[in-house]
């Protein structure tokens, strides 16, 4: 079937949990079936990436899922935000302030999401942290063990992040991507902006050998059928969320398909649908 954005881009806002699951040795899920962050897991510490909308219903949910993956939020010393909307950084003043958690994101979009929620006039919009550690297009972030690899993908927002991660799968090495953004933003030139990031991230991709997916909304990967197939998984059955190289490219063809019908629409504001 082909994705609706028009139609699903209320969901976002779901506050309808779903369990959490490790989708790789090192990387778990935890979310509601609109929007979810992700955890990334060192020796030395965790990587919290993305902070989901804020209010106390998501900091509880983010907290009870990690414990119920058996993980401390104590241990999480890095807070990365993809891109400057209050559904990916909303708890982010939690996780910083109660476990003492180092944010990280890019520069340009930290200002413009100050200025976004401003704008906004949305009591449950906000953003009410301090940003001073900024990644941008190759930076590489590092906690112990772990890295994520950093790239400058803007078009969804002005200065949105994507990332690569080096995932473990049963043992076996893979390259996972997040592409940070989703849809398509409502004015002409910054759809251009985004499939031109999009033609660079998939280079990056080709580059790094990605052969598999995770995402901040599930909405747009089948993420949420996939972690179900992930709590229940048969060791001898392939893990869903590693789809081949070739795979990942055709799947990134989503996000061209989604910025070229909004073109065709005459450009869409979806934070308002
Ligand atoms: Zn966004
Ligand atoms: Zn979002």
Known sequence: ??????????????????????????????G????????????EGLILLDAMWPGEFFENLIEDGMRQLGYDPADIKILLISHGHPDHSGCGRHFVEKYGAVPYMSKVDYLFEKEFCEKA???EWYFDFEVDHFLDEGDVLELGNAKVYCFSTPGHTPGGLSFIVPVYDQGRPHMAALWGGSAPPPALEANYQYLDSLGHFVEMCRKYHVDADFMNHPILNNGVERMAVMRNRLDQVANPFVIGEEGYVRFTGLYRQLAEDNIAAGCIDY???
């Open 121 to 123: 006039n949305n009591p």
């Open 32 to 43: 509601t079936e609109g929007t979810n962050c992700i955890i990334i897991e060192s020796d």
């Open 271 to 273: 934070t308002k649908g």
């Open 1 to 30: 079937m082909k994705f609706d954005l028009m139609g699903t881009a209320h969901l976002t806002r779901s506050r309808v949990a779903v369990p959490p699951v490790k989708i790789f040795d090192n990387m778990a899920i935890i």
